[in-house]
């Protein structure tokens, strides 16, 4: 059962690595730029601070150790146990791996850093001002989904990397989301 799952995420990343042209190159590759997003970062601090105020910072360093948790988590817990090859070292695929720039990153792919990141800080902030914000639980779903994409795209991830990522960071994301209000109900008491 576990080699025809991975025989199909090796033909599904075939299948989406393989659509590729120069402006997905481009675009894909900044897009896995995390310092783009930068302003994109500011417009959530900006949305956060208008509802929570001066609780904001409370936010930013929950975020922050959700962010240094989903890291760790899906290197130390993942890539370093399971040691899959990316597809860009994997010797049987590495000739028909399209990358971008001659990045492939570290050795190992699963899970992927960067889908658990982002979902991670996703399903955070949507649990914060998801229902402040009509718009925002579809758009930084979309924003997620398209980073996670670009890292199949440009030849650093298996499909099943991003999946698994994604999973594992929208749980922490959820999680973390009731540990701050636990602890706002908890210091309210106070």
Not at 2 to 18: A, H, S
Not at 56 to 72: E, G, H, K, N, V
Request: proline share 3%; aromatic share 22%; net charge positive.
């Amino acid at each position: 059962m576990i080699d025809k799952i991975l025989q199909w995420d090796e033909e599904l990343f075939l299948l989406i690595n393989g659509f590729h042209n120069s402006f997905g190159d481009f675009v894909m590759f900044w897009m896995s730029n995390k310092f783009v997003w930068i302003p994109l970062y500011l417009f959530f601090i900006f949305l956060v601070y208008r509802k929570y105020k001066i609780k904001t910072i409370i936010i930013l360093i929950f975020a922050a150790i959700l962010i240094a948790f989903s890291d760790q988590i899906s290197v130390h817990l993942f890539k370093n146990i399971f040691q899959r090859l990316r597809p860009c070292h994997d010797p049987g695929l590495a000739d028909m791996v399209h990358i971008v720039r001659e990045k492939c990153g570290g050795q190992y792919g699963f899970v992927s850093s960067h889908a658990a990141n982002t979902f991670a800080i996703s399903f955070f902030l949507i649990k914060l001002i998801g229902r402040k914000y009509k718009f925002f639980t579809p758009l930084i779903i979309i924003w997620a989904i398209l980073i996670s994409y670009s890292r199949i795209y440009l030849g650093v991830h298996f499909p099943c990397d991003v999946i698994i990522g994604a999973f594992l960071g929208a749980f922490l994301g959820w999680f973390f989301s009731r540990l701050f209000f636990r602890f706002l109900f908890i210091f309210s008491k106070s």
